[in-house]
């Protein structure tokens, strides 16, 4: 195995090797965050048995599976047993390029570049051309959209070594393509074919300061949202940060991708208020800080918001303050229904009580999703294979009891078969199970499956008709697929499972299919993954020309080169539109 391989195993497994200062009224010290997932822990392990340039090919297929965590929304399944996973389709065709009718550099320029910037940070291992590495980082086996690697990863420690690495890629004309925690699903850190410079910020995972008397930390783009979590637990502070995609996801790609999770329908998105400001290098290689660490202010445009779901097409962020929310007692709910209809209602009209705002998450897990769970066997108990909502209700003991009345009450009115209430921590803890581990047992459920995820949203009255239409279409295109929403914001996954490569354009379609449908509905083609390679082309059925038009007005302000993540997010442009802006 290649020295450069075992230096980004080692990179994603280990400890933060500096400390970090925190400063609070209350609070003074210094940490290290803590945190090794499973498949982390396991990377570090396969370092020390791997040996010899035979097993390169082996060791990074292993690497690659084990040292990603499984994506998942919502609470983190990454204790205990994992999914099998069959081989990784990797499709080479149409490989997303700039439709911006950019020039970029030419492979020399590229070498030139990557030299520079050996020399412009020489510290070892900042600079890494291994190809097996290359290869990593410009794919995912989340996503089964066109990739290609990167010419060369560099590791930043600053916001002052990032700025470096923006002004020799401009300087030779070379695209830049920001990574941090790879679990997204839509290509977003894929390479450029012409030759690219992936910037890995997962290094930059220092929390900065907490400011508890205010409710806010500052942190660097690489922190992961469960490690800040658990520093904040650790430390004995009653705040957590209520964002929660996917396991191992970082604060900046989750502003990247204007981010949620099971959290949403209390505490909303990555598009609130829970980003005060960001740190971003830009690519003229300035570096602004959006604004003040005030909980508001109405002083000129939001230019955080500019960033937020910017997909790192408009600059580098390095830096984040963000708001965190007081930690609160929670019980969880389950219900049962005859058919998704009757449960969406019911979700409506609790949301429209004096109870609503005690409902932390409404999940859905369809019927499908209910037999996949017991078929998987990953769980201590099984239910029924009817369409489930899974509640998790915040407040103080009086507080809970009714609103756990109320939520009983209307689920009876809407044909409920069946309602169960954790009345303990560990009732709760085992009954939430079936939502948490519902992406391990979908994959589970059906031996060498491999899995399309994909996500989009809707208006919540609409939320029925989308998933009855999907599971029909899904059903006569024989793909066997699981379903599971945050059926309080009108937001589902699908899970589609498939086994061929003759299977895979099957798949696509459906997904194309589904995308289509949700539009449709006056809904959007993704709730929370974002757009990257895998969602661009619906952009313009879903925004309209004029509106994608002023994106890439923006776009080529800020971005005049375009070598800001290049062939993601923007809808291809006419050649009309394209001449015009050249």
Partial sequence: MSASLFKVAARRARLPSRLCRIGSPRHSFSFS???LSPGERLAGRLQNVAVGTALLTVATVIYYYVSQPVHMDGDAAIEGLQPKRATKVIVHHDIPRSASNSKYGSKEDVQKAIEELRKAIPRKGAVNTDPAVLQLYGSSDKSYHPASPHSAVIHPESTEEVVEIVNVARKYRVPIVPYSGATSLEGHFSGYPEGSICIDVSGMNKILEIHEDDSDLICRAGARWEDINRTLEEKGIPLFFPLDPGPGATIGGMIGTGCSGTNAVRYGTARGEWFLNVTVVLPNGKVIKTRRRARKSSAGIDMTKLFIGAEGTLGIVTEATQRLAPIIPTKVAMAQ???VEHAVSAVQEILNTPAGPHLQCV??????????IADAGLVSETYPNHDTLFFKIQGDPAAIDSTARTVQDIVAKHRSMYFKFAKTADEAEELWESRKYALMSTIESEEDARCWTTDVCVPVSKLPELVYETKKDLEQSKLKSTIVGH??????HAFILFKRDEELKAVSDAVHRLVHRAIALDGTCTGEHGVGVGK???LTEELGPDTVELMWSIKQ????LDIMNPGKLYPDMSKDDTSSRA
């Fill in 557 to 560: 302000a800020i971005d005049p």
């Fill in 536 to 538: 661009k082309e619906y």
């Fill in 33 to 35: 965050a803590p945190h």
């Fill in 363 to 372: 999940e859905l897990l369809d019927d499908h999703m209910m037999k996949a």
């Fill in 337 to 339: 229904f005859p058919d």
């Fill in 487 to 492: 059926v309080g914001d009108g937001n589902f």
